[in-house]
């Protein structure tokens, strides 16, 4: 099979357009940092996380008909009654993990793997679980396509993490549930940081926790959100 993403290393026409708009996405994405600051305390990404944004073929991990819209700043249907993220809410929470070059994420929610593709280029390696058995296929295959070899996807409930893998440095949750799952924050290192949407559907907050070297953890509210539920007791 032969597509523009394996032609070999000379970018074609096709794929400088893609380039040039990831650029303009992330001046937009920049914009709404500046204008979130408030909230977040963040007036722009961090260099390396603009970096990742930059680089990752956000159309790549759309449907087909959504394809033109890859790198406009909002969600897109990725099927079954899910979304990919609006690239905003990828970049910042992104950001507010702090991802360093050896840190082990779980993330919850892969969807269309493209959370897990920013944080792989960030990261040693990414976990990511998705409940839409269909959804991780697609998801895994993609990401193994464009050879984002750190990142492992697995179908199934998240709501217990990855008990095998754990602990992690960093956890990410992109779908919203009104607790955070007790056995998430079981599974963060001392020291780590989890990133969840918290509340009803309708009124969302961004959640931050940080486990302290005693164990104990801190809370805070970060940003108003809007995500899509996280299924549990299947
Ligand atoms: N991070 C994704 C966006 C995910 S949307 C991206 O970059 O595209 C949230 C996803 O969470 C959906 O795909 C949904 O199927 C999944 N999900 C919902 N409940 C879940 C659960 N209990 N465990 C794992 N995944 C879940």
């Given amino acids: ?134 959804l991780a296929r697609g998801a895994a295959r993609v990401l193994d396509r464009l050879g984002y070899r750190n990142v492992e996807v697995r179908a199934g409930d998240g709501a217990e993490g990855w008990p095998e893998r754990a602990p992690f440095d960093k956890i990410i949750v992109t779908a919203v549930a009104d607790e955070i799952p007790a056995a998430l924050v079981d599974q963060l290192k001392p020291g780590g940081r989890l990133l969840m949407p918290v509340g009803d559907p309708g009124r969302q907050q961004l959640t931050l926790i940080d486990k302290r070297a005693d164990g104990t953890t801190e809370r805070r509210e970060v940003l108003p959100v809007a995500f899509v539920p996280l299924r549990t007791g299947r």
């Avoid at 400088?16 to 940092?33: H, V």
């Avoid at 909230?39 to 073929?57: C, F, I, K, N």
């Avoid at 249907?77 to 360093?100: N, R």
């Fill in 1 to 134: 099979m032969t597509s523009w993403w394996s032609r070999g290393k000379e970018p074609g026409a096709e794929e400088e357009a893609f380039q040039r708009r990831r650029r303009a996405l992330l001046d937009e994405i920049q914009a709404e940092m500046a204008d979130t600051a408030r909230w977040t305390g963040r007036s722009a990404l961090q260099p390396r996380v603009a970096e990742a944004v930059a680089r990752v073929p956000r159309h790549a991990f759309v449907p087909e008909p959504e394809r033109e819209a890859a790198y406009a700043n909002r969600p897109l249907p990725i099927g079954w009654g899910q979304t990919i993220s609006q690239p905003f809410i990828v970049a910042v929470m992104t950001d507010l993990l702090d991802p360093e070059p050896d840190d082990v994420v779980l993330e919850l929610g892969t969807g269309s793997g493209y959370q897990a593709a920013v944080l792989s280029l960030l990261v040693k390696q990414v976990y990511s679980i998705e409940v839409v058995p269909e």
